[in-house]
């Protein structure tokens, strides 16, 4: 099993409409949790952090589930410019440095 | 932008032969880890540098080594290529204590 697990995708969205997916881990005591997006052929660029609390930035929204060991990310509003592909990471507590990164799932927002 | 760059941008390199990739750091971060993406698939961790000292390894074999300088830039090396080394190579600047991490633009590695 995969430490770090998305459904690759892709999700079709019309541009202005809400999209939302889930990542799952498998170490219980992972620490911290961020999504990361990439756009094709370029460098992993930091989204946000997730909390435990849930928080949001902007038409962002990510929610953790500590119990359920997943999290989420919620896109409201979708603009073409969205499309890319979004990296659900996790950091054990074991090896604070080292980030476990999920193969990605991949939005494309439609006109 | 990150502030962290990479070189250089693409290299073809032939199987057996060795490698060496360069990395500067975001000002003011001294911890950079090195991660490598192949297609379709997440970043998978390397190792990881902090004060010149590797502080973290990957599930990588021993001909993937790295080194931090004084100015907290970096590089990885690789010995006897194989062909599924290539990838994309990852970069990333980070504080201390701090779990965000800022990534530079890759290297595209190909071995043939």
Redesign the interface.
């Known amino acids: 099993r995969k430490e770090v697990e998305q459904d690759p995708g892709p999700f079709n969205v019309p541009e202005g409409a809400t999209v939302a997916f889930n990542c799952t881990y498998s170490n219980s005591a992972s620490q911290s949790f961020f999504w990361y997006r990439q756009d094709c052929r370029k460098e992993p660029k930091l989204l946000m952090s997730v909390y435990s609390s849930g928080n949001e930035d902007g038409r962002f929204t990510a929610q953790l589930n500590r119990a359920s060991q997943y999290i989420s990310l919620l896109i409201r509003d979708s603009k073409l410019s969205d499309s890319a592909t979004y990296l659900c990471v996790v950091t054990p507590t074991d090896s604070w440095g080292k980030l476990q990164f999920g193969a990605g799932t991949q939005v494309v927002v439609t006109p | 932008e990150?502030g962290v760059t990479q070189s250089p941008t693409h290299l073809i390199k032939t199987r057996g032969q060795q490698v060496t990739l360069r990395c500067s750091s975001q000002s003011g971060h001294n911890?950079v880890?090195w991660?490598q993406q192949a297609l379709?698939?997440?970043?998978?961790?390397i190792f990881?540098y902090?004060r010149e000292e590797e502080?973290?390894r990957?599930n990588f074999p021993p001909r993937f080594s790295g080194l931090q300088f004084p100015n907290y830039s970096s590089e990885l090396n690789v010995n006897a290529l194989e062909l599924d080394d290539s990838a994309?190579y990852?970069c990333?600047s980070?504080l201390p204590?701090f779990?965000?991490?800022?990534?530079?633009?890759?290297t595209?590695l190909t071995v043939t």
């Open positions: 990150t911890t880890s991660y379709g698939q997440g970043p998978q961790f990881q902090y502080n973290g990957g994309l990852l990333a980070s204590g779990h965000e991490q800022y990534f530079g633009p890759g595209r």
